[in-house]
C-alpha cells in the first residue's frame, strides 16, 4: 500500500531563515505527489504539485519542492521563512484517485 | 479553482444524537471525498461520493454510521450518527473537478466536538 512519511513532527525555524520539510513516499509507479498547507483553524490548502516533467516544482507563497525518484522523496523548501508560515505541513501521493497523507509536520516560527 | 464551503463551521453535541455537514461548492464537480481528521493526526479519508451512485467508503467506515447523500454535482452531506466522544474530530469535505482527479481543493472543515 502507498504510505507517506514525513518524519519530523515539528520544525522551528527563525523568521528569514531557510526552510526543508521532509517527505518520503513508497508508491510502485510515478507518483503524483502534493503539499497542503493547514492554518490553525482552516481546511487545506494546496501549495504545490507533482504529476511529471521538471522535478523542481515552483508553487504559491514563495515555496518549492524537488522529486527525486532515487531517494523517493519530495522535499519541500522556502529560501526565506515568514511568520505567516505558521502552521502545519501535509506531503500527499494520489492513490486511485485518494489521497494518502502522512502524518504533518508543524511550523513554528520564531522572531 | 472551486470555491467550497462547510456547515456548520463547528459544533458541540451530546452522545447518541448526530449530525449532519453539508458541503457546497460553487461550480459542478465529479468526485467528492469526505475525510476525517481526528486531534493532533493527519487526514483519513472516510468516502467517496459520486453523483448518482452509493458513496464508496473506506475501511473502517460503515455506512450506518457515516451516511452520505450526493443529490447533484454541487451538494454533498455526511451525517455522524449515534455520536460518541471517539468522533470528536475535523471533518473536511474535498472535491476534484472533472478532469483533474488528481488534484483535490478542501473545504474549511467542522469542527466537531461530542461530550
Known amino acids: 500500500a502507498q504510505s507517506v512519511t514525513q518524519p519530523d513532527i515539528h520544525i522551528t525555524v527563525s523568521e528569514g531563515a531557510s526552510l526543508e520539510l521532509r517527505c518520503n513516499y513508497s508508491y510502485g509507479a510515478t507518483p503524483y505527489l502534493f503539499w497542503y498547507v493547514q492554518s490553525p483553524g482552516q481546511g487545506l490548502q494546496l501549495l504545490l504539485k507533482?504529476?511529471?516533467?521538471?522535478?523542481l516544482v515552483q508553487g504559491i507563497k514563495g515555496f518549492e519542492a524537488e522529486f527525486k525518484r532515487s531517494q523517493s522523496s519530495f522535499n519541500l523548501r522556502k529560501p526565506s521563512v515568514h511568520w505567516s508560515d505558521a502552521a502545519e505541513y501535509f506531503c500527499a501521493v494520489e492513490s486511485g484517485n485518494k489521497l494518502v497523507f502522512g502524518a504533518g509536520t508543524i511550523l513554528r516560527v520564531k522572531s | 479553482s472551486a470555491v467550497i464551503s462547510q456547515k456548520p463551521s463547528r459544533d458541540i453535541c451530546q452522545r447518541g444524537t448526530s449530525l449532519t455537514i453539508q458541503c457546497q461548492v460553487d461550480s459542478q464537480v465529479t468526485m467528492m471525498f469526505w475525510y476525517r481528521q481526528q486531534p493532533g493526526q493527519s487526514l483519513t479519508l472516510i468516502a467517496t461520493a459520486n453523483q448518482g451512485s452509493e458513496a464508496t467508503y473506506e475501511s473502517g467506515f460503515v455506512i450506518d454510521k457515516f451516511p452520505i447523500s450526493r443529490p447533484n454535482l454541487t451538494f454533498s452531506t455526511l451525517t455522524v450518527s449515534n455520536m460518541s466522544p471517539e468522533d470528536s474530530s475535523i471533518y473536511l469535505c474535498?472535491?476534484?473537478?472533472?478532469?483533474?482527479?488528481?488534484?483535490?481543493?478542501f473545504g474549511p472543515g467542522t469542527r466537531l466536538t461530542v461530550l
Open positions: 507533482y504529476f511529471s516533467g521538471d522535478t
Open positions: 474535498s472535491v476534484a473537478e472533472r478532469g483533474r482527479y488528481n488534484e483535490q481543493f
